[in-house]
């Protein structure tokens, strides 16, 4: 997806950070301007074009092991149709929590940046899913779109989630800091959500604006991103939302690409076969065997016969994934 006339690195993958952040700060300058913010934070931003802007929250690691070009995954989607970008890049697991942050934003207010664009797009996965919505505060009107985000950190607020007790010491009290609250000026809020995770749908439900759409996507585990990115979701989310044609009827047409992923299926059985619904179960798999040579799936379908006392040769529902 890199465009050829923009600077990127090569070969740059046994270089420490400390010199990968010197090689950004140097493509920074060049097209829009790179900052330090405090010890383990950065700004990236790419000035190519009015009419949208994309601000992601990501970090040194997931940058430098997503991609051989090791650019940021705003900058990637965003170069091919010469839109801007802005990344808040962070060093480890910050939770974005610094007061470097709050002035860099606080400047970007005072000189009406965000003022200059069309359209403005937050997103960001996890961590980085709250850093989207508690800083989209700075910017109404844009529209977040935020994978499986965590609501706040704060032990008052969310003490029933044990997930990130180190980082609890962070301070979630002070700026930019209740994201369900900060999320007050947005036009659209998307949350997507695996809404069989309790944790994460838990999180999801402190976000109650009536401007908030829950995305839900059971059966995508943990790490819903890396499905959504494989199956081409991911993507298409964030160019039609950075063009404002994104909504809950464009991701349902998204989302159809499940139904050809072999990881969402295998899950998808797996659960039918914990939950003992071997009916289903069989169903599926005959559906996705007409898509996919599967010894994992012929093995589930013979499981589910067998409980089932069936013949294998029994015709597949051409409607077999509608309860998916």
């Given amino acids: 997806m890199q465009d050829a006339t923009h600077p990127q690195f090569s070969a740059a993958g046994a270089e420490s950070d400390e010199a990968w952040m010197l090689r950004l700060d140097e493509i920074g300058e060049e097209l829009g301007h790179f900052q330090p913010l405090g010890g383990r934070h950065a700004a990236f931003f790419v000035d190519d074009s009015p009419e949208t802007l994309l601000v992601t929250f990501e970090t040194v690691a997931g940058i430098r092991g997503a991609s051989d070009d090791q650019m940021p995954y705003g900058y990637r989607l965003t170069c091919k149709d010469g839109w801007s970008h802005l990344c808040i890049i962070a060093d480890g697991e910050t939770w974005f929590r610094d007061p470097a942050i709050y002035g860099y934003f606080d400047r970007l207010v005072d000189d009406a940046f965000f003022e200059d664009f069309d359209r403005v797009v937050f997103f960001g996965v996890g961590m980085a899913g709250y850093a989207a919505a508690a800083y989209s505060v700075a910017a109404p009107g844009a529209t977040v779109i935020a994978l499986r985000p965590v609501a706040t950190l704060d032990p008052r607020v969310t003490g029933w989630d044990a997930r990130h007790a180190s980082r ?48 839900r996507c059971p059966y995508q585990g943990a790490r819903i991103e890396g499905e959504l990115e494989a199956m081409g979701v991911l993507p298409g989310m964030l160019e039609l939302a950075c063009r404002g044609e994104f909504g809950g009827a464009a991701f349902a047409r998204l989302y159809r690409a499940r139904r050809e992923s072999l990881s969402y299926v295998m899950r998808l059985v797996n659960r039918l076969e914990g939950r003992m619904r071997f009916d289903l179960s069989a169903r599926v798999c005959r559906w996705a065997l007409e898509r996919h040579n599967s010894p994992r799936l012929r093995r589930a379908l013979d499981r589910a016969l067998a409980e089932l006392g069936e013949d294998a040769g029994a015709p597949a529902p051409r409607a077999a994934l509608r309860e998916a």
């Fill in 168 to 215: 609890r010491r962070l301070n979630f009290s002070d700026r930019y800091g209740y994201a369900p609250e900060m999320i007050e000026g947005a036009a659209e809020v998307f949350i997507a959500y695996d809404s069989d995770r309790a944790l994460d749908a838990m999180h999801a439900a402190l976000f109650t604006k009536p401007y908030v759409h829950k995305l």
